[in-house]
């Protein structure tokens, strides 16, 4: 198939890297679905009218919504080529302070968000024996040493987990898997609208509210990545024939996998010898 011809879904797509990449798909021709919870705001974000875009209301959470923006995909372009399972937002706070609603609606919306589009879309991708799944997680699904993020990068660290096993469990079927793991990407992801702080905070951590200073006030708006140039690389890597399952965007991303890598391969050589004693 001509991959102009190919229909994309992409949720999380009326803002940040999400509009990035439905507008970028628009202007290179594809067929796009696109979801949000407001449709007024993504159809004004994207502006356009074509027979090529689908703008969809959905709430990721609610497995009713999900399955209906499947089928109104299906029911439209008659397939689903590519999913970017993109939505979600990020969240701060100490372990401690973060109350359980606070937590479980992180998960809720990162992480089992992100399974209610997959199990509502893969019995017509089973079925075609073709596709490619990109989750986008973050670079902070695999390096979780940032004060402040540990319920938000344990989302994006189970995110790295199901896809790589999904892709195993897919490979009969024909259908790519790929984790995308961006770093500082300059969207609105670390404003007021995106970033939640606890409701509780816990003045004592003062490693906590320097980071979350440091986000709100000094990083945001500054970010090194390009969303748009994000947006190209994704489908470039969609257009391949043998996809990565591991794709992590931008030179701060680089660094710090390499830098995970190497202290992970230190401290396993440290003890080794002990580690490794326990076998019968």
């Not at 019995?123 to 799944?133: E, F, V």
């Not at 702080?197 to 986000?215: C, L, T």
Request: net charge negative; charged share 20%.
């Amino acid at each position: 198939m001509n991959m102009k011809n190919k229909v994309w879904f992409v949720t999380g797509a009326s803002k940040g890297l999400g509009l990035s990449l439905v507008k970028e798909l628009l202007n290179k021709g594809y067929n796009v679905a696109a979801t949000s919870r407001n449709l007024a705001e993504l159809g004004n974000a994207v502006g356009n009218n074509s027979q090529s875009f689908l703008p969809l209301q959905m709430d990721l959470v609610d497995t009713a919504s999900v399955a209906q923006g499947i089928q109104k995909t299906i029911d439209q372009f008659g397939r689903i080529d590519v999913i970017v399972n993109n939505a979600g937002y990020g969240l701060v706070g100490a372990i401690e302070e973060l109350t359980d609603e606070e937590t479980r609606l992180n998960f809720d919306v990162n992480v089992f968000g992100t399974l209610n589009v997959l199990r509502a879309a893969l019995p017509y991708m089973r079925k075609q024996g073709s596709g490619h799944i990109l989750n986008v997680a973050s670079v902070g699904g695999l390096v979780g040493t940032f004060p402040g993020f540990g319920i938000y990068c344990a989302t994006k660290f189970a995110m790295h987990g199901f896809s790589e096993s999904l892709s195993a469990e897919l490979k009969e079927f024909g259908i790519h898997v790929t984790v995308v793991s961006p770093g500082y990407l300059r969207t609105n992801f670390l404003g007021a609208g995106s970033l939640i702080v606890p409701k509780n905070e816990i003045q004592e951590y003062s490693s906590v509210r320097n980071a979350q200073n440091n986000h709100q006030h000094n990083i945001n708006g500054a970010q090194p990545g390009d969303p748009d140039k994000a947006a190209s690389v994704i489908i470039e890597v969609a257009s391949q024939q043998q996809p990565p399952l591991h794709l992590y965007l931008g030179a701060d991303a680089y660094g710090l996998v390499e830098s995970k890598l190497k202290d992970v391969k230190e401290e396993m050589e440290k003890v080794k010898a002990l580690a490794t004693s326990i076998n019968y």
